[in-house]
T-cell receptor, first 108, second 114 residues
């Protein structure tokens, strides 16, 4: 079992839809949590950090549940430009462990 | 200019050849990492280094070695390349002092082993 696991993709949604991605991690010593976005075959870039209190950045909301070892990302009012692969990442002892990534395709 | 530069960006080689992928950064970060990416498997950590004298194995270090020649440079070597090392390789850096754990990636090196 991978240390960080994500929902399998791809997610195909219409513009304007709300889509949620989930991620679980197995190591309770994990210290901090992130969502990265990766456009096709380009380098991943930080989308947002994830805090226990939950955090929001425009249409994006991230949640962390330490008790259940679970991270989520909610995208509201999806845009065509949101099409990408979304990777969750867990910081354990100074190194980031990534999930497999979930591909999102937003259609007109 | 990119803050994290990888060379070469693309390389095709043959089984058994020695290959070196180089990474340099101008961000002044302490920590550097090498990941490989394969379809459906996400990013997997090969090696990482927290400073010039520090080298650590990641989850898939077999068949690879690294050298941290200076704070700004971290190279990945495949001593005898094999076809299942065909992948997209990313170098990344992070800043310990910021404490956020955010990684800054290079643009990737696509390696094909025939």
């Amino acid at each position: 079992r991978k240390e960080v696991e994500q929902d399998p993709g791809p997610f195909n949604v219409p513009e304007g839809a709300t889509v949620a991605f989930n991620c679980t991690y197995s190591n309770s010593a994990s210290q901090s949590f992130f969502w990265y976005r990766q456009d096709c075959r380009k380098e991943p870039k930080l989308l947002m950090s994830v805090y226990s209190s939950g955090n929001e950045d425009g249409r994006f909301t991230a949640q962390l549940n330490r008790a259940s070892q679970y991270i989520s990302l909610l995208i509201r009012d999806s845009k065509l430009s949101d099409s990408a692969t979304y990777l969750c990442a867990v910081n354990r002892e100074g190194k980031l462990i990534f999930g497999q990534g979930t591909e999102l395709s937003v259609k007109p | 200019d990119a803050d994290v530069t990888q060379t070469p960006r693309n390389r095709i080689t043959k089984t058994g050849k020695r290959i070196m992928l180089e990474c340099s950064q101008t961000k002044g970060h302490d920590r550097m990492y090498w990941y490989r990416q394969d379809p459906g498997l996400g990013l997997r950590l090969i090696y990482y280094s927290f400073d010039v004298k520090d080298i650590n194995k990641g989850e898939i270090s077999d068949g690879y070695s690294v050298s941290r020649q200076a704070q700004a440079k971290f190279s990945l070597s495949l001593e005898s390349a094999i076809p299942n090392q065909t992948a997209l390789y990313f170098c990344a850096t992070s800043d310990l002092s910021r404490g956020t754990g955010e990684l800054f990636f290079g643009e990737g090196s696509r390696l094909t082993v025939l």
